[in-house]
């Protein structure tokens, strides 16, 4: 498993733990619960919350959860087996992602119950910024920070990382390339290593074996971001999450090829523990780049058109990588890791695009040949006269589809969403 994760070389933590492995802060893990049993996170994790008290934040109802711990606080165990995070000494609060507000009511929980850092790999089709705007503004006026996946559809970035004040990351590969399905816009600030990442497995439920998975999402981005923020947290006490940000934004990698800065795809780049802790860095204001990001997303900017879709450059991860719902799904929310068994769903999705495409296309061709045997003809009950050279309705431009909807990230606007199950590293002894 240790020689799988890639991006452990990435951040090369012998240097970053030489400097601090984040002892003494507290990140708390809004997911789908986390599995205490776990050799890779035994004597991690703190009593946690569930919205509906069923103790459903140490009975993981997915993988999703437990794979996010152990990228932040994974301690491995028997010398070099199992999975490592990039702050091991942290401690992990478990919050249970619930339904309907229960997300916003587990931000206001980790605040009170000593959280540094709020990691959200969750996304909502359901609710907007405007529903979490309070919950993060009560986290930033008490010191923590909230970080949040952008989502899995090459979409806009979606709620809750849309949200004012919200540290909002997206996904890169090995080659430090964005994930072709990493959401964009103004309010990302980072991306982080998010392509075929191996993580920890509950061992007693899903649908992974020997306790581990891989996977590709922005989920795991953000797992790497919070994990870096505790770093920077552990070493540097008094920054404001504003000021924990400015440090991660300050020295993160510029992206090849890309000129400008902020951009829609990488933000100010890939996060860099290492230089995180040790750059001369000033302080800078109280909100940092969580207030410029706020603004841009407040001003309605408009994503460039030039970023890649599915399949497109830089893309990576299973089959299906897109965010579709656990198989505990929880309406309206999706997860922002990727699943491998879902190519079935998303082809029929695919080929009810193209039955579509074909129908209007027929369609406009027939009424094109109608035109010019007998030209514009008054329909009854239809506005006119017709635009010169177009016939009616008028033709509208379809906004892209991105399946159908899925539950769980579970990249937000409701309830939570889950990542998809992760597909197992290790088939017939070999790394796949």
């Known amino acids: 498993m240790r020689d799988g994760q890639w991006a452990n070389v990435y951040f090369d933590l012998d240097k970053v733990w030489s400097v601090s492995k984040g002892d003494g802060v507290i990140v708390a893990v809004i997911d789908s619960g986390i599995d205490a049993n776990h050799p890779d996170l035994a004597g991690s994790l703190l009593p946690g919350y569930d919205p509906e008290d069923q103790g459903r934040e140490l009975k993981p109802t997915d993988e999703h959860g437990t794979g996010m711990a152990s990228l932040i ?86 709620t809750p990382a849309n949200t004012p004040g919200v540290l909002a990351v997206g996904a890169v590969d090995k080659n430090q390339k964005i994930w072709s399905k990493s959401n964009y816009g103004p309010e990302v600030l980072l991306t ?39 770093l920077v947290f552990a070493k540097y006490p008094d920054l404001t999450p504003g000021q924990v940000a400015e440090r991660l934004v300050k020295t993160a990698a510029a992206p090849a090829g890309v000129s400008q800065l902020p951009d829609l795809r990488y933000g100010y780049g890939v996060v860099r523990p290492y230089e995180a802790l040790t750059a001369n860095v000033p302080a800078g204001s109280a909100q940092g780049p969580l207030a410029a990001a ?122 939570p969403q889950q990542q998809t199950p992760y597909q197992q590293p290790h088939q017939g002894g070999g790394w796949q």
């Not at 998010?194 to 953000?222: E, F, L, R």
């Not at 296309?361 to 239809?382: D, E, F, W």
């Open 73 to 158: 606080a994974g301690h491995g165990h028997g010398g070099d087996g199992g999975v490592v995070g990039l702050a091991p000494g942290v401690k992990i609060l478990p919050v249970y992602r619930g339904d309907g507000g229960a997300m916003q009511e587990g931000i206001k929980w980790a605040v009170d119950h000593g959280a540094k850092v709020i990691n959200i790999s969750q996304v909502t089709t359901v609710s907007g910024p405007a529903d979490f705007a309070d919950a993060v503004a009560y986290a930033l006026q008490h010191k923590v920070l909230v970080v949040a996946g952008t989502g899995n559809d090459a979409g806009p970035v979606r």
């Open 294 to 415: 706020g603004a841009a997303a407040g001003a309605g900017a408009t994503p460039s058109a030039t970023v890649e879709t599915p399949g497109g450059p830089g893309g990576g991860g299973a089959a299906g990588s897109d965010g579709l719902s656990s198989p505990e799904a929880v309406t309206g929310i999706k997860q922002s890791s990727s699943k491998s068994s879902l190519p079935l769903i998303v082809g029929v999705a695919g080929a009810l695009v193209v039955v579509l495409v074909v129908v209007v296309v027929i369609a406009a061709a027939n009424s094109r040949k109608r035109r010019r045997t007998s030209g514009p003809q008054p329909l009854v009950g239809v506005p006119g006269p017709y635009p010169p050279g177009q016939g009616w309705p008028p033709v509208q431009q379809q906004q892209p589809y991105y399946g159908p909807p899925v539950q769980q990230q579970q990249p937000y606007y409701g309830p």
């Open 192 to 230: 982080a290593p998010g392509v075929d990442i191996v993580t920890a497995a509950p061992t007693s439920t899903g649908p992974c074996s020997n306790s581990y998975c891989i996977a590709s999402g922005t989920s795991d981005a953000t797992a790497y971001v919070s994990a870096a923020a505790a």
